[in-house]
């Protein structure tokens, strides 16, 4: 039987085909190898796009503890501080569900990948390192997490934690946000 996306609090996606196929239609990248997907595979990988947002840590709490989706939330916020309508699903997770959507029907292996860049750690050339807190890039954009960049910019304001979503540092201090017990000496500015 052919899956259908629902959407709403007691639904099972974020977006329906219809939605989709309008927004992807617009896309130079995805436009028409979504068109040639079947109509039941563009469902599942809706679906499942919505499952496996739904397994990530985002801001507020559920409004309603019977729904069965993450959104709408009581408590969110956008990127610029702005509250989140607690019964609004924003458009970036919506459309970030259909950029996973659209990536899932192109590669199912992506569903269980545990991320999305190379575990390099550590780049050296000559006397210039360059050195990841985690194996695979930084701010969300390559290995941090398991999406593709393309979802993690629809999303990443609406995660819980860090900076967009991510935990970061920055080298304007002289005290580390990780450990509050670590000093470190900073260089003059050159005259």
Partial sequence: MPSTPTTGASGNSYATVATANTYLDDSVRAGLSWKAVDNDTKSRALITATRLLDKQCF???????????????TGATDGDGNAVA??????????????LAYELSQDSELETAKNTGSNDRRYRAGSVEIEFFRPGGVLGTDGI?????????????????????VPSAFGT????????????????PLS
């Fill in 86 to 99: 607690d019964d609004t699903v924003p458009a970036g997770i919506i459309n970030g569900c259909i950029e």
């Fill in 145 to 165: 997490t398991r999406f593709p960049v393309v979802v993690m910019e629809w999303i990443r304001e609406y995660l819980c934690g860090g900076y967009k979503g």
């Fill in 173 to 188: 201090s002289d005290t580390s946000q990780f450990d509050s017990s670590d000093t470190y000496e900073l260089d003059d």
């Fill in 59 to 73: 801001i507020g709490t559920k409004t309603a503890s019977s729904q069965t989706l993450e959104w709408p939330r």
